[in-house]
């Protein structure tokens, strides 16, 4: 147990329809992280938020928006879904910003769209 | 274009024997490296890591090496164990604290 939590575990919808994930760090990281893993294409890095603020952007969808709240947890929201999203969503988190902190991953959120 | 690549999608290794993952970068800017563990149903592990200015880093029954020159960088196991079976993710960044690129993974099978 990483101590990252994630809900929901599993989460079924329809294309066109918003979803929102959320992650909640281990006590005392100050940067989450939200990660993509799709079936054909491996772990794909979406975004990281540092105290409450954006720190470092990667391959995200516009439609796709994260936040994290002053109490440090986190959400993503996936808007005008397409069967495409269909993919396991984690997140991470790390005490600091910087690389070389060790990311501890949470479970992991499996988003499936039909 | 994939910037960080496993081509072996898959391995399979006799317990007690050692295991070498494989990981190619295609940006000489890459100047960190981490290996991760990933167990069904799980979230990613960190495993071990390394930065540009080594060539090599032990952890225990594990350790990478990097080739600069050749942008390559390897993961061994020695001796595997039935638990070491997993899919094993590359991931490289540059600029310490930037987003970084995973490679697909590399599944590991240890036989009993």
């Known amino acids: 147990d990483s101590g990252v939590t994630q809900t929901p575990k599993h989460l079924i919808t329809a294309t066109g329809q918003r979803v929102t994930l959320r992650c909640s760090p281990r006590?005392?990281?100050?940067?989450v992280y939200w990660y993509q893993q799709s079936l054909d294409q491996g772990l794909q890095f979406l975004i990281q938020y540092y105290n409450g603020e954006e720190r470092a952007k990667g391959n995200i969808l516009e439609r796709f928006s994260a936040q994290q709240f002053p109490d440090l947890h986190s959400e993503l929201n996936l808007s005008s879904l397409e069967l495409g999203d269909s993919a396991l969503y984690f997140c991470a988190s790390s005490v600091e910003a910087l690389l070389t902190d060790t990311q501890y991953f949470g479970p992991g959120t499996r988003l499936t769209v039909l | 274009d994939q910037q960080v690549k496993q081509n072996s999608p898959s391995l399979s290794v006799q317990e007690g024997r050692i295991s070498i993952l494989n990981c190619d970068y295609t940006n000489s800017m890459f100047d960190y490296f981490l290996w991760y563990k990933k167990y069904p149903a799980e979230g990613p592990t960190f495993l071990i890591s390394i930065s540009s200015i080594k060539d090599k880093n032990e952890d225990g029954r594990f350790t990478v090496f990097l080739n600069k020159s050749a942008k390559h960088l390897s993961l061994h196991i020695v001796p595997s164990q039935p638990g070491d079976s997993a899919v094993y993710f590359c991931?490289?960044?540059?600029?310490?604290?930037?987003?970084?690129?995973f490679g697909p993974g590399t599944r590991l099978s240890v036989l009993p």
């Open positions: 991931a490289a960044s540059h600029n310490y604290g930037q987003n970084f690129v």
């Open positions: 006590s005392g990281d100050l940067s």
